[in-house]
């Protein structure tokens, strides 16, 4: 009986410990964790997945942008720890989604890639005029089209002259008296023979005693008819001219140089060059002479190039595009970056420089100086040094992550929070210092009432408009002869039309153009011509911005799929998104910036 009430009690002290012990490892601590009015507690607290082009878009897990379709990046939260405040963090795995790549900044020759456009043009040396050597009515005319080839001797016309008629008679007259007026007999030779007549034709006259009424013309050249001046039934004077002709055995090229590259020709350069009708080989000459008088509408100056023609496979009025390789001549190595690193906004220039600290890699925007531009690189003046390391793709996609952390970016240099479209960029217009205010209205009526402005640009912008609705339609062909027309009439603008600030500005963009159309002029299929249209839209955009001369609204569009997934942009006139990088594989892809 004791035995049973021991293991009873026991029994109660044992379960009093065990619920005791139960209790306090379920007790409530005294502490209460509040979350902070910026945080809200998720089961992924440490990365969060965001679009590099709708950076509103928030996800806890990885996927695609419910707006735009691109794939979505991390996007890393516990940025309070960065060494540099105003840098981005991202992590090996953003980069690599986001298509980051880095290279090291270096110095080295400075070598500028110039591209060129021009045509093949006959040597002007080996032009000729036929002429006649006497006046009459043309009778017969042998040579009846521009392009025929000409051999010298050969019978090119026929003439009636009153002139030669009396002439022939005085020969005659004279041939009767030789034996008494020998100097006579002469005079009348040497009169024909100065109006041409061979001795054949004179002595045939003496022979048949019978003046000609229609008068054989013979060729003094041999060469291709460029220009026909005479017709038949015309009267042509003494020294007028039948047509031009020229040799096309030896021929020039002439390549328009920008004023702002002349300092990089000279002559005895090396010129590799090609032309349509051959689109596998490429051909070199030597730069043998330079305008020294620039052109002062197209503000060129022409380059020549003497090339051989012997087996006439150049033809006059061949476009060409050349490219040329000259060196800066500085005192010291140049620094030198390519072109996908800078990101430029017409008033500054920024690149992204990448540093590791103890919380992973970072992105610092910084500003540059930009000084030549050498092709596809541009040379640093000032903002970056040797050795650094800095971002060349996917520079966007780190401004787009700088602007959604508040970070300075591109379009926030400043930093702070992200504009997402409900205010004018941050910025109210009476929060914008009054001199800077005027500065802008005065620059802005200034260029904005400049009539001849807005005349010759418009066409401009009609021709690129009707290029961008071709890459729609994806007619390869059409867009190619729209582009094609877009350079004529880029040369064809009248460059008195811009005056002052102007005048500089418009230089800028004319050259931008003109190199980016080079590249259009090249392609061969579609998605070249499409890539060469990312460069001419950007700088479209810059030159509406500028000279804004269209009256009526235009909108700036844009694909983040376009340019390998780099984001690309482009003008229009309606809202609508039609894509031209895509054509109707993804037609409506793209937003509305």
């Known amino acids: 009986m004791k035995k049973l009430i021991r293991n009873k009690w026991l029994s109660i002290v044992l379960t009093l410990i065990l619920g005791g012990l139960i209790g306090w490892l379920i007790k409530p601590s ?30 806890t897990e990885s996927g695609d942008c419910p707006i735009c379709g691109m794939d979505l990046i991390p996007l890393s939260l516990d940025e309070s720890v960065d060494e540099n405040p105003e840098a981005i963090r991202m992590s090996p795995t953003a980069m690599q989604l986001a298509n980051v790549q880095t290279a090291m900044v270096q110095s080295g020759d400075a ?97 048949t005693a019978k003046p000609m009424d229609d008068f054989p013309v013979l060729s003094d050249l041999n060469g ?33 140089v920008h004023e702002s590259d002349l300092a990089w020709v000279k002559i005895g350069d090396q010129v590799k060059f090609k032309v349509k009708a051959f689109p596998t080989e490429s051909f070199m000459g030597i730069i043998s002479f330079i305008d020294p008088i620039i052109n002062p509408k197209t503000r060129v100056a022409q380059a020549r190039i003497e090339i051989d023609n012997s087996k006439q496979r150049f033809k006059p009025e061949m476009l060409v595009t050349a490219s040329i390789e000259s060196e800066l001549q500085t005192d010291e190595n140049a620094i030198v970056v390519p072109k996908s690193a800078v990101m430029w906004t017409g008033e500054r220039s920024v690149v992204y420089v990448k540093t590791s600290a103890v919380n992973g890699l970072h992105f610092a925007m910084r500003g540059v100086e930009l000084g030549a531009s050498l092709g596809d690189t541009y040379i640093i003046n000032s903002g970056l040094i040797e050795g650094e390391e800095i971002a060349v793709n996917g520079t966007f996609s780190i401004d787009a992550a700088a602007q959604l952390a508040g970070k300075p970016s591109m379009m926030n240099p400043e930093g702070g929070q992200m504009n997402m479209g409900h205010n004018h960029g ?39 408009f009707e290029l961008k609705s071709h890459l729609i339609a994806d007619d390869f062909q059409a867009a190619y002869e729209s582009a094609k027309a877009s350079n ?16 500089q500005e418009w230089m800028n963009y004319s050259k931008e153009l003109k ?35 269209l009256k009526d609204t235009v909108y700036i569009q844009h694909c983040p799929m376009a340019n390998k997934n780099n984001g690309a942009d482009w003008l229009s006139k309606e809202k609508e998104i039609k894509n031209p990088y895509f054509g109707s594989s993804m037609l409506n892809c793209g937003e509305l910036k």
């Open 30 to 59: 005294n502490q209460t964790i509040i979350p902070s009015d910026n945080q809200t507690i998720k089961p992924s607290d440490h990365l969060n997945w965001t679009c590099s082009m709708h950076p509103q878009i928030r996800k």
């Open 111 to 207: 070598i500028k890639v110039l591209k060129l456009t021009g045509k093949i043009t006959p040597d002007e040396r080996a032009v000729y005029s036929q002429t006649s050597h006497i006046s009459g009515r043309i009778e017969q005319l042998n040579i009846n089209y521009t392009g025929e080839t000409v051999r010298k001797g050969e019978v090119i016309a026929t003439l009636y002259s009153p002139e030669l008629v009396t002439a022939q008679e005085e020969l005659l007259i004279a041939v009767l008296n030789k034996e008494t007026q020998p100097e006579l007999l002469r005079a009348a030779k040497e009169k024909l023979r100065n109006w041409k007549l061979t001795e054949d034709q004179i002595n045939q006259l003496i022979k």
């Open 224 to 256: 291709v008819v460029i220009t026909k001046v005479a017709n038949r039934g015309d009267y042509i004077k003494e020294g007028g001219s039948f047509f031009e002709v020229a040799n096309l055995s030896n021929l020039w090229v002439l390549l328009d």
């Open 426 to 464: 941050g910025m109210k217009m009476d929060e914008i210092p009054k001199e800077q205010e005027n500065q802008m209205k005065m620059s802005s009526e200034k260029i904005e009432n400049n009539e001849k402005v807005k005349k010759a640009l418009v066409p401009f912008f009609e021709s690129y």
């Open 488 to 503: 004529e009439l880029l040369n064809q603008i009248d460059m008195d039309a811009f005056t002052g600030a102007g005048h």
């Open 515 to 549: 190199s980016s159309f080079l590249e259009a002029n090249e392609a061969n299929e579609i998605e070249q011509l499409r890539r060469a249209f990312i460069p001419i839209s950007n700088t479209m955009i810059q030159l509406n911005k500028a000279f804004r001369p």
